[in-house]
């Protein structure tokens, strides 16, 4: 296998000649610039790369084991964990009230694409934290944040959100965990399912987030509180919950994803009665952001492997017939394969840069005004960069491997690994149907209309500054068919929106990709890497962002297709 290399050169690219990043950190009064960001990222590459990547393949094999009502990590994680809390990586962008480095979210996303691409089901562990921090920083008592924030911000302790029960998985409203009042707090009762780092050996203390309802609750999901179960107590007891199996997965085999029984275990009410699941989605907004980085992340390390694969296997002859057998990168197939892979990865890491300046704006800008429409274009992107980026994601690990060939079925190239890590992401944290819904149902519709609509007029602003340039011009007509198809779904009923959904989302980040590869093609300069650039921009233009007139077609016949069948002939 080739060894993995982080995209710092990629990164410093983005930073410096498309995302304006100093003038950015200037914006918000930050004393970071591009070259300090740059150092960051490359000491996070490294450990990456040299204690994180070595570890994927035993850990995929070796999985986690629940013996003796303990669960313990593969060999190697724990001590990793570790020497990750020491160098300070969990803390990174964490607010500096609570320990944090206060460094720029930009920087913890790209960590988080080299975490995934070097060892996805490592870097599960601190991003839930990270998103347990935010809920409770966001939600919980002064208290609650005293006790656990520094904890949770430094990486000592670790998070885990459990909301899924047997029968309530995207029904929340179905769940029937309990909690009743217990001392100063409440005592927890129930089970959960698909807990991710629900129980471990890399930290000394988990803090659950779990999703119960109150003897007085109300039905259905106005009925749901929010409670920090921990498995330590303050007083050091173990609180009265356990794992009752680990969830024997398709892919992330490191991952200890458990069943938790909680039988009475005591916890605190984080936010108000009744008003947990509005509390709960501060931390699954910020994980959907991940796992979306996931899928970006698993298909630039499987692209790493193919492209060495295909530059080194001998294979077949030349167009021409004159030599033979010629690297496989010599085949025009192959190489649509690759090319297909690296545009969406390079497209996507672009606009994942992007988006992150967009939430370090909405949390650090002086103008409310400012920060309030930064914090509606995050919300606008969430869920097309959850869905879109981890189907794009899923079907790169899989190009990547059918460039191998039977050697992409064999374990030990590493690639029928990516592909069983990368399915997760398509399912977890709102599969990606419901993500789509989400966009059509509860985005579009954001102040009237005027967020989608605000984001579309930034993109053809860049579009007609970048000229004459071929990608421009593509996605400005990719950019008007969405447009066709936003303003038809208007309204639509929920069937109709349902048909759309899906080809909706893709369409929405196809078009956003285009906008980055526009902004990409036109930074001026006449390196192999700008060549490189304004190459798979042509790419890009000619043969991904044409699906996008098909997806509008598909949009526009309407859900009659789709419903005609009765439910008995299925």
């Known amino acids: 296998m080739q060894d993995y290399l982080p995209p710092i050169d990629d990164y410093r690219f983005l930073m410096q000649e498309v995302l304006g ?251 108000e009665p009744h008003r947990g699941l509005a509390a709960m989605f501060t931390m699954m907004n910020a994980e959907r952001l991940m796992v979306g980085i996931q899928g970006l992340g698993l298909a630039g390390a499987a692209y790493q492997q193919a492209s060495a694969y295909a530059k080194d296997r001998l294979q077949g002859r030349s167009a021409d017939g004159a030599r033979g057998p010629v690297p496989i990168i010599d085949h025009a197939d192959v190489r649509r394969m690759l090319l297909t892979v690296r545009a969406f990865v390079e497209g996507a890491r672009a606009l994942a840069g992007w988006t992150a300046l967009q939430m370090d704006r909405a949390h650090g800008h002086a103008d409310a005004g400012e920060r309030a429409k930064a914090d509606a274009l995050v919300a606008l992107l969430t869920p097309v960069v959850k869905a879109g980026f981890t189907d794009f994601g899923f079907e790169s690990a899989v190009m990547a491997q059918q460039v191998l060939g039977g050697h992409g079925y064999i374990r030990e190239w590493g690639l029928e690994q990516y592909v069983r890590d990368a399915r997760i992401a398509q399912i977890y944290e709102g599969t990606n149907g419901v993500q789509a819904m989400d966009l059509v149902g509860r985005k579009l519709p954001m102040a009237g209309g005027a967020v989608v609509e605000g984001l579309f007029a930034l993109i053809a602003a860049d579009l007609a500054a970048a000229g004459d340039l071929a990608i421009a011009r593509q996605t400005s007509e990719a950019l008007a068919a969405l447009r066709r198809v936003t303003e038809a779904l208007k309204g639509a009923g929920t069937d109709a929106a349902g048909a759309a959904a899906v080809d909706y989302l893709r369409c929405f980040a196809l078009v956003a990709m285009g906008w980055m590869w526009t902004r990409m093609a036109a930074a001026p300069g006449d390196t192999p890497l700008h060549e490189s650039k304004r190459a798979l921009a042509a790419f890009y233009g000619a043969r991904m962002l044409p699906q996008c007139h098909a997806l509008a077609a598909a949009i526009e016949a309407g859900e009659g297709a789709i419903m005609a069948l009765e439910a008995e002939a299925f």
């Open 21 to 271: 990043f100093d003038a950015a950190m200037a914006d918000l009064g930050q004393e970071v610039d591009s070259d300090l960001a740059v150092a960051v990222l490359e000491e996070a590459g490294k450990f990456c790369a040299e204690r994180l990547a070595p570890l994927n393949r035993e850990g995929d094999e070796q999985g986690s084991r629940l013996e003796g009502g303990v669960v313990t990590t593969p060999p190697g994680f724990a001590d990793a964990y570790r020497a990750f809390v020491a160098a300070g990586w969990p803390a990174l962008a964490g607010d500096p009230a609570h320990g944090g480095q206060g460094l720029p979210f930009l920087l913890q996303l790209w960590l988080d694409e080299m975490l995934s691409a070097a060892n996805l089901s490592f870097g599960l562990f601190p991003g839930l934290t990270r998103g347990a921090a935010e809920a409770i920083a966001a939600h919980a008592s002064e208290a609650l944040k005293a006790a656990y924030l520094p904890k949770l911000v430094s990486g000592e302790w670790t998070g885990a959100m459990a909301l899924t029960e047997s029968s309530a998985g995207t029904d929340l409203a179905l769940l029937k965990t309990k909690a009743e009042p217990a001392g100063d707090g409440y005592a927890v009762t129930g089970q959960k399912i698909f807990i991710s780092s629900g129980d471990h050996d890399m930290a000394d203390n988990i803090v659950h987030l779990v999703l119960a309802r109150l003897p007085d609750a109300p039905p259905g999901v106005k009925g749901i509180s929010l409670f920090l179960v921990p498995k330590f107590l303050p007083d050091g007891a173990r609180n009265a919950m356990s794992v009752g199996a680990l969830e024997k997965k398709m892919g992330i085999h490191a991952q200890p994803t458990c069943v938790m029984n909680y039988d009475g275990a005591i916890g605190w009410l984080v936010g």
